[in-house]
């Protein structure tokens, strides 16, 4: 499969934006995490294997990592993109950023213009917007 695209949904760029917008001039930092395509309740036409991203999870245990190098905040499996904002305008990947296998950076005014892919050594990729929900997560009880 072509790893130089990034598939990420629709819906979850547009919450990423809005949350980059609404903290700016702060810059906005969250794990991003995946869903395979073929998990979708709908068919994404594409192979049942890629991932596409659907979720980001607040960083949480920072304190924690920093001491023990243990990163309490990644699910198990997950964890390998970020997104990232920029409210300097500066649409690549820096030298102080946290970087992750794929980091989605976002620069003012945060709108499908101004998002761009990165791979860990700050090349760019292809971001692919998928019109897509992905499946319903139900907690076991």
Do not use: C, Q, W
Request: overall charge negative; cysteine-free.
């Amino acid at each position: 499969r072509d790893l130089t695209v990034i598939h990420v949904t629709r819906d979850l760029l547009t919450v990423l934006l809005e949350r980059a917008a609404e903290r700016d001039p702060s810059e906005t930092n969250l794990r991003l995490s995946a869903t395979r395509s073929g998990d979708f309740d709908t068919d994404t036409g594409l192979d049942p294997e890629t991932p596409v991203i659907t979720h980001f999870t607040p960083d949480v245990g920072g304190s924690v990592n920093a001491v023990f190098g243990v990163d309490l905040g990644t699910p198990a499996g997950h964890g390998g993109a970020r997104f990232l904002s920029h409210p300097d305008g500066f649409l690549g990947v820096s030298k102080t950023d946290d970087l992750a296998a794929v980091v989605l950076v976002a620069v003012p005014p945060y709108d499908d213009e101004s998002v761009a892919a990165f791979d860990r050594s700050g090349d760019g990729m292809e971001l692919a917007l998928l019109d897509a929900a992905p499946p319903e997560e139900s907690i076991p009880e």
